[in-house]
T-cell receptor, first 115, second 119 residues
Framework: AQSVAQPEDQVNVAEGNPLTVKCTYS??????LFWYVQYPNRGLQFLLK??????LVKGSYGFEAEFNKSQTSFHLKKPSALVSDSALYFC?????????????FGGGTRLMVKP | DGGITQSPKYLFRKEGQNVTLSCEQN?????MYWYRQDPGQGLRLIYY???????QKGDIAEGYSVSREKKESFPLTVTSAQKNPTAFYLC??????????????????FGPGTRLTVL
């Protein structure tokens, strides 16, 4: 069975500084990896995904994520944080051979960007 | 949240009552999902459906039931057997994934959620 770990419940960063939200995963075989963002009392919004190819994936709102197979990690990054980036972020994984589109989500990391 | 609607946004249930949460999508997706989100926790899968008239239990299906009579609709009933139903419920849909689908499996699109409170 697959699993996702987001080791930080909360990440605090000053506006304009780079941010990183960490994610590690465990899955049989090659993974599909996703990042989603959730604003208060809203559904999840898709940010980016890794399927295959270039290890650096670029997504919405200036976010990017780096796939590292040897470390089984998929950390979310942004060069310059905005106050509006403050939200709850979820990493999710699905195994490559999963025909059911089943995702396993991490527990979420709250990002707080302070002016 | 475009393409997926959930209603109502807020729902209150008395002890012993069944309630039904609505989920509709106009994205022509085959697969639909129901998740439960509790404070400080990630999403847990309740039920999913890959095609009309077929659905499967997720990790926490006890006390819940679903139907999938139409491609666009996947209602969730929270029954009186669910002892702790207060939570935020999220519906999602996606293209049905296959191992050979170009580009891999599609991402899931989420509705805005329904917050259920037991009085």
């Amino acid at each position: 069975a697959q699993s996702v770990a987001q080791p930080e419940d909360q990440v605090n960063v000053a506006e304009g500084n780079p941010l990183t939200v960490k994610c590690t995963y465990s899955v049989s075989g090659n993974p599909y990896l996703f990042w989603y963002v959730q604003y208060p009392n809203r559904g999840l919004q898709f940010l980016l995904k890794y399927i295959t190819g270039d290890n650096l994936v670029k997504g919405s709102y200036g976010f990017e994520a780096e796939f590292n197979k040897s470390q089984t990690s998929f950390h979310l990054k942004k060069p310059s944080a905005l106050v509006s980036d403050s939200a709850l972020y979820f990493c999710a994984v699905s195994p490559l051979n999963n025909a059911g589109n089943m995702l396993t989500f991490g527990g979420g990391t709250r990002l707080m960007v302070k002016p | 949240d475009g393409g997926i609607t959930q209603s109502p946004k807020y729902l209150f249930r008395k002890e012993g009552q069944n309630v039904t949460l609505s989920c509709e999508q106009n994205l022509n997706h085959d697969a639909m999902y129901w998740y439960r989100q509790d404070p400080g926790q990630g999403l847990r899968l309740i039920y999913y459906s890959q095609i009309v008239n077929d659905f499967q239990k997720g990790d926490i299906a006890e006390g819940y039931s679903v139907s999938r009579e139409k491609k666009e609709s996947f209602p969730l009933t929270v029954t009186s057997a669910q002892k702790n139903p207060t939570a935020f419920y999220l519906c999602a849909s996606s293209m049905r994934g296959t191992a050979t689908l170009a580009g891999g499996i599609g991402e899931q699109f989420f509705g805005p959620g329904t917050r259920l409170t037991v009085l």
